[in-house]
Nanobody, 124 residues
Framework: QLQLVESGGGLVQPGGSLRLSCAAS????????IGWFRQAPGREREGVSC????????NRADSVKGRFTISRDNAKNTVYLQMNSLKPEDTAVYYC?????????????????WGQGTQVTVSS
């Protein structure tokens, strides 16, 4: 059974850092595109970053460029999202998702399986 489990969310002060993890089971994620998305209350789901099956990375939200970094550990079958210099506007539920193709997409509906989400709250 294909499954994604996110972890690492929590409450952090502005300017702080968090590292989110997305652990995969039931498949080998290094062949597929893995995306991180977020959704704040009352807002649409937003693509944050993606790593393709070839290992290329894309930061899809201009607001996170230079602050968020996506990476993959094939040995652990896990994708990470390192988030630095966090801002209150980064507050959201963060989801990872797998697209059963090698290429990333900015369209969240094209992703096939989703984790349950992890809450990130940036507040003083």
């Amino acid at each position: 059974q294909l499954q994604l489990v996110e972890s690492g969310g929590g409450l952090v002060q502005p300017g702080g850092s968090l590292r989110l993890s997305c652990a995969a089971s039931g498949f080998t994620l290094d062949y597929y595109a893995i995306g991180w998305f977020r959704q704040a209350p009352g807002r649409e789901r937003e693509g944050v970053s993606c790593i393709s099956g070839s290992g290329g990375t894309t930061n899809r939200a201009d607001s996170v460029k230079g602050r968020f970094t996506i990476s993959r550990d094939n040995a652990k079958n896990t994708v990470y999202l390192q988030m630095n210099s966090l801002k209150p506007e980064d507050t959201a539920v963060y989801y990872c998702a797998v697209r059963l193709k090698r290429e990333c997409s900015s369209i969240w509906r094209l992703y096939d399986y989703w984790g349950q989400g992890t809450q990130v709250t940036v507040s003083s």
